[in-house]
């Protein structure tokens, strides 16, 4: 069937430009909000570490925030061997990356088992386990002031998104093992620096994607960095919520089929505990850790987790 005359629109279609259609602010914007929640981060930290550090508060200082990737964060603000965290904010598991240097974490360690504060020198390859236990006490300590600065510089974003909150995911002692980041990542970067003792000042970094300072000011809804090769998040429903089945393998040993044949009630098998404790979820391990106790219940202290 053909029509009488030709359809001709009587008006362009709307053409919307970039500013209209932007969904939230511009990150980059954000950069000096950042450096007010740095400042009173670093008077917060100052009084927290106190008990830490000998009883006196250290100065602390807050740089410059700037924008970074994770090449020129590993340049410019890690050493070989740092206290590096990995958490995950929000409910999005935004990764969000705590980093402080080594030399402080074993002084700290050292004045919390009765010492004057003394680093070994040189530097161990890894931390003790004891610095393990400190990492994991200051990354809750530090990630606590921030939670409290943000409440100070954006009360009202706060009051309708609420305070993010970030979950440990897992730590080590070299940043090229941790990967917190896709190399070429914009990142948003606030180092702090605190005296200690008249020695040389050491450096805190927090470091997070540039594109996710609006979630951390509950300026926009949390958005996870891009999965890489377009997997799903795996902080994201169903998986994140997924129960899975995990056994601590204790002892693993062969027994021959005579000894098994001969077993009697009350017979005792001496078996060696392996020092390192693999934990599994069907055939595969996924973290290894070391025999314990917590409250009278036998308990597995994680050393390593997910090192394929």
């Given at each position: 069937?053909?029509?009488?005359?030709?359809?001709?629109?009587?008006?362009?279609?709307?053409?919307?430009?970039?500013?209209?259609?932007?969904?939230?602010?511009?990150?980059?914007?954000?950069?000096?909000?950042?450096?007010?929640?740095?400042?009173?981060?670093?008077?917060?930290?100052?009084?927290?570490?106190?008990?830490?550090?000998?009883?006196?508060?250290?100065?602390?200082?807050c740089?410059?925030?700037?924008?970074?990737?994770?090449?020129?964060?590993?340049?410019?603000?890690?050493s070989?061997?740092?206290?590096?965290?990995?958490?995950?904010?929000?409910?999005?598991?935004?990764?969000?990356?705590?980093?402080?240097?080594?030399?402080?974490?074993?002084?700290?360690?050292?004045?919390?088992?009765?010492?004057?504060?003394?680093?070994?020198?040189?530097?161990?390859?890894?931390?003790?386990?004891?610095?393990?236990?400190?990492?994991?006490?200051?990354?809750?300590?530090?990630?606590?002031?921030?939670?409290?600065?943000?409440?100070?510089?954006?009360?009202?974003?706060?009051?309708?998104?609420g305070?993010?909150?970030?979950?440990?995911?897992r730590?080590?002692?070299?940043?090229?093992q941790?990967?917190?980041?896709?190399?070429?990542?914009?990142?948003?970067?606030?180092?702090?620096?605190?005296?200690?003792?008249?020695?040389?000042?050491?450096?805190?970094?927090?470091?997070?994607?540039?594109?996710?300072?609006?979630?951390?000011?509950?300026?926009a809804?949390?958005?996870?960095?891009?999965p890489?090769?377009?997997?799903?998040?795996?902080w994201?429903?169903?998986?994140?919520?997924?129960?899975?089945?995990?056994?601590?393998?204790?002892?693993?040993?062969?027994?021959?089929?005579?000894?098994?044949?001969?077993?009697?009630?009350?017979?005792?098998?001496?078996?060696?505990?392996?020092?390192?404790?693999?934990?599994?979820?069907?055939?595969?391990?996924?973290?290894?850790?070391?025999?314990?106790?917590?409250?009278?219940?036998?308990?597995?202290?994680?050393?390593?987790?997910?090192?394929?």
């Open positions: 069937m053909k029509p009488e005359r030709s359809l001709i629109a009587e008006r362009p279609l709307a053409q919307h430009c970039p500013e209209l259609l932007r969904s939230g602010p511009d990150p980059v914007a954000l950069m000096p909000l950042l450096g007010r929640m740095g400042e009173r981060l670093a008077r917060r930290l100052s009084g927290v570490l106190a008990p830490l550090m000998g009883g006196e508060a250290p100065v602390v200082r740089q410059t925030p700037r924008e970074g990737t994770l090449g020129t964060l590993s340049a410019a603000a890690m070989p061997l740092a206290a590096n965290s990995l958490m995950a904010m929000g409910a999005a598991g935004t990764p969000v990356l705590v980093s402080i240097d080594a030399e402080p974490v074993l002084r700290i360690v050292d004045r919390a088992f009765g010492g004057k504060g003394d680093a070994p020198m040189p530097l161990p390859d890894k931390f003790p386990m004891a610095a393990d236990l400190m990492i994991a006490r200051l990354e809750t300590l530090v990630t606590q002031q921030i939670a409290m600065a943000i409440e100070t510089v954006a009360p009202e974003a706060v009051q309708r998104h305070v993010p909150t970030f979950t440990p995911v730590r080590d002692g070299a940043l090229a941790l990967e917190p980041f896709e190399t070429d990542t914009p990142l948003a970067i606030l180092p702090l620096e605190v005296e200690d003792d008249g020695l040389l000042p050491w450096a805190l970094t927090f470091a997070l994607p540039l594109d996710a300072l609006p979630a951390l000011f509950g300026q809804e949390a958005s996870a960095a891009a890489r090769n377009g997997a799903s998040n795996p994201d429903a169903p998986f994140a919520d997924l129960p899975l089945s995990v056994r601590a393998v204790i002892v693993d040993m062969a027994i021959p089929f005579a000894t098994i044949a001969a077993l009697q009630p009350g017979q005792v098998i001496p078996v060696a505990v392996a020092r390192s404790v693999p934990l599994m979820t069907g055939d595969v391990a996924f973290a290894h850790g070391t025999v314990g106790a917590v409250d009278d219940r036998v308990a597995i202290q994680i050393n390593d987790a997910f090192q394929d």
